[in-house]
Antibody
Framework: QVQLVESGGGVVQPGRSLRLSCAAF????????MHWVRQAPGKGLEWVAV????????YYADSLKDRFTISRDNYKNTLFLQVESLRPEDTAIYYC????????????WGQGTMVTASS | SYELTQPPSVSVSPGQTARIICSGD??????VYWYQHKAGQAPVLVIY???ERPSGIPERFSGSTSGTIVTLTIDGVQAEDEADYYC????????????FGGGTKLTVL
């Protein structure tokens, strides 16, 4: 079954760093670009970053590119998001999503992992 | 940069037709995608490339475009359709930057 499972969220002090993971199951992971999308409490979906299937291309939301790093390990079928200098406004549910080439859209999403930046 | 604008809320009675619009200056040049998002669940793609429906999505969901406005239509709304709906497109500088509309809360009365 095609599935994405995020992990790594939790309560983190502002200023600290955090690495989120997204494990992929049921498809050839290296064939697909992968995205991170977040949703702050009471807010809408906000795109964070995308990485190509081979990891050679990475793009970020303009407001986030200085502190966020997307990466992947195709041998372990895992996507990562490193967040530096966490801020209270980074508090959100972080979703990973697959870019489906047949639909040109985010066709598979994980359930999300909650990150709370708080002291 | 550019924006996609959606109404914050739409309300309909069961069995009626719900129309959720999304507007943006670049929409005539870029495809639009629609996602359904229920609280505590993963978002679900319901329309891709303006008007195509993924397998498993009920036929009552449809998409259409007219200039700078795209519309998600749900015919014969059911209680289970109550959710937040987001339109999504990409920027015009290569298509790798994703943008979401602000989301529309569909309430089934």
């Amino acid at each position: 079954q095609v599935q994405l499972v995020e992990s790594g969220g939790g309560v983190v002090q502002p200023g600290r760093s955090l690495r989120l993971s997204c494990a992929a199951f049921g498809f050839t992971f290296s064939n697909n670009g992968m995205h991170w999308v977040r949703q702050a409490p009471g807010k809408g979906l906000e795109w964070v970053a995308v990485i190509s299937g081979d990891g050679s291309k990475k793009y970020y939301a303009d407001s986030l590119k200085d502190r966020f790093t997307i990466s992947r390990d195709n041998y372990k079928n895992t996507l990562f998001l490193q967040v530096e200098s966490l801020r209270p406004e980074d508090t959100a549910i972080y979703y990973c999503a697959r870019f489906g080439t047949s639909v040109n859209a985010l066709d598979i999403w994980g359930q999300g992992t909650m990150v709370t930046a708080s002291s | 940069s550019y924006e996609l604008t959606q109404p914050p809320s739409v309300s309909v009675s069961p069995g009626q037709t719900a129309r959720i619009i999304c507007s943006g200056d670049v929409l005539p040049q870029q495809f639009v995608y629609w996602y359904q998002h229920k609280a505590g669940q993963a978002p679900v793609l319901v329309i891709y490339k303006d008007k195509e429906r993924p397998s498993g999505i009920p036929e009552r969901f449809s998409g259409s475009t007219s200039g700078t406005i795209v519309t998600l239509t749900i015919d014969g709304v059911q209680a289970e359709d109550e959710a937040d709906y987001y339109c999504q497109s990409t920027d015009s500088s290569g298509g790798f930057h994703v943008l979401f509309g602000g989301g529309t809360k569909l309430t089934v009365l």
